[in-house]
């Protein structure tokens, strides 16, 4: 017997939808959970991202089709490089970008665009010849010593009028080729941002805006958003006497967190108006990706600047442009950096992760827990092993539940283990659960092993005790604040464009003869699980 539970919630969330006619891709945040939407239908990005080079070459791109395919994929986010649209000042060349593009409409993919404009990784690598040999013209960031950085200068009207332009023209391009397939969902502007080997940059025209009065604009946000600001900068400004006028030194102070501060406003600043030249040719949803920093490391020792948790309200104050501030997380501390960048309410974007055995694990706790837009490992087309295959069956499973992730009114959270950590609890419709590694059984292999797998789940209420449970690894038992809870059934079984296609009963031996809910840690399966209580 088929169930539509899935196709019941999506009708409800599509319902709420206003029916005005959405002619792009567009980022949906009038409703409590915030939504990318394609032709006015939700759209969740099952990504990979290529590594740098590989859009560089049409050739080099023929073996990645089929593995983004094999994946599970529905998207790619791939580069585009300034050096190459724009090898002659004023003469473009889009022939790259309009040969991806059609590929991509051929193989059902959808694309993020990726601009590698005046930086990339901090450094201006894919800049152009015509302005990296130009340096009087377009001049470079200076350290504290005054030595000239392969990195420009935020501070220079010439380069961000040579960037806007490139890109204003590749969004110009994009709509001519694209405006009516909608091929292209969404556009980074540059690439992890930030400033080294200084907290800030020595230029001369630097120092004469870091000696300038903090801008007012700046001053108006912190003070009308004094009671939900970063932690690390209400702390800074109420050290330093929460003033409201005064130079960057006065209000923030003379350290390097404070000459971050700075930092973080003029690429703020930058991005934003790359990104207002972009959208006013092609008005595409846009986010800025943060290379994270680590505890104990000052400024400059990482990249300083970038739209980092603890800067998120600069970067909010100075780039209204951008719709998203992301991270891009090769920090194990996986939990709390997507904490940190939804602390405010905001969507989570997961552009860049590294590429390992355990990350299908993690997007599918990213997708139950925070509702991630989208979710992309790092160099897609280089993976081996179990990496490629537990993505595809991770993003096999999310393909399943999709709707019920993207309804609106599913109540559903997402648990995510470790060795380490091997244990979550949560309340859901009532019943609180117990998600714990299936390892810490111990009767399965690698349960005495030195390291385990990571195992997640997605955990979706569609009905008063009904829930489904797609994950891997994980063993979930049950509780009631108002009685004992038992398992009525529980199916393994597959969703069919929203249907629910049962395979076997699984109260017997599977359940521990109705004790908890397993999935096996080798195992990538959906389960319908119905509890009661007595």
């Known amino acids: 017997m088929l169930i539509n539970k899935f196709k019941l919630l999506t009708l409800g969330a599509l319902l709420a939808v206003p029916l005005c006619s959405i002619a792009l891709p567009t980022l949906d945040t009038d409703s409590d959970q915030s939504r990318l939407r394609v032709d006015k239908e939700p759209f969740l990005i099952l990504g990979g991202e290529l590594g740098n080079s590989t859009a560089s070459s049409l050739g080099y791109m023929e073996a990645v089709w089929p593995k983004a395919k094999a994946m599970h994929l529905n998207t790619l986010l791939v580069p585009v490089y300034w050096e190459l649209v724009e090898p002659q000042e004023g003469q473009f060349d889009f022939s790259l970008v309009r040969d991806l593009i059609e590929r991509a409409r051929k193989e059902d993919l959808k694309l993020v665009l990726l601009w590698f404009g005046s930086w990339k990784n901090s450094m201006s690598c894919y800049v152009p010849s015509w302005v990296k040999r130009d340096s009087e013209r377009f001049p470079r960031a200076q350290s504290e010593s005054g030595e000239p950085q392969e990195i420009l200068t935020p501070f220079s009207p010439s380069n961000l009028t040579a960037d806007r332009n490139a890109f204003g023209e590749l969004l110009r391009f994009v709509k001519k080729i694209d405006g009516r397939h909608h091929t292209v969902l969404m556009v980074q502007v540059e690439n992890e941002i930030g400033m080294l080997p200084s907290a800030r940059d020595h230029h001369p025209l630097a120092d004469a805006a870091f000696n300038s009065p903090v801008p007012d604009s700046l001053m108006q946000y912190l003070v009308e958003h004094r009671e939900k600001l970063e932690p690390e900068l209400r702390t800074m400004w109420q050290r330093n006497g929460g003033r409201r006028r005064g130079s960057w030194a006065e209000i923030f102070g003379s350290d390097k967190a404070a000459e971050e501060v700075f930092t973080a406003w ?157 244990e979550m609890q949560f309340t859901l419709g009532g019943y609180q659960f117990t998600a714990r590694h299936e390892l810490t059984l111990g009767w399965s292999a690698g349960a005495d092993d030195d390291t385990w797998p990571e195992a997640a789940a997605t955990i979706i209420q569609v009905d008063e005790e009904e829930f489904v449970v797609a994950g891997t690894g994980v063993v979930l038992t049950f509780a009631h604040p108002e009685g004992r809870a038992g398992i009525d059934r529980i199916s393994e079984g597959r969703f069919e464009n929203g249907d629910w296609v049962p395979g076997r009963r699984l109260n017997g031996d599977q359940s521990h003869q109705g004790r908890h809910l397993r999935i096996a840690n080798d195992s990538w399966e959906v389960q319908l699980l119905k509890l009661y209580r007595y």
Do not use: C
């Open 266 to 422: 003029h690429f703020a600043r930058y991005a934003d108006a790359v990104a207002a030249a972009g959208k006013a040719e092609y008005a595409l949803p846009m986010f800025v990706n943060a290379a994270l920093n680590r505890p104990g490391v000052a400024p400059g020792d990482y990249p300083s600047g970038g739209p980092l948790p603890h800067l998120m309200d600069i970067w909010k104050a100075g780039a209204p442009h951008i719709d998203l501030l992301v991270p891009d997380l090769y920090n194990p501390r996986f939990q709390y950096w997507n904490d940190r960048y939804t602390r405010q309410g905001d969507p989570l974007l997961i552009p860049e992760i590294r590429f390992d055995a355990n990350v299908g694990a993690k997007a599918l706790y990213a997708f139950g827990r925070y509702n991630t837009l989208g979710f992309s490992p790092f160099s897609i087309e280089t993976g081996e092993g179990e990496a490629p295959r537990n993505l595809g069956r991770s993003y096999q499973l999310i393909r399943q539940i999709r709707d019920g992730i993207t309804a609106s009114d599913a109540p559903r959270t997402g648990v995510w283990l470790s060795k380490e950590n091997p």
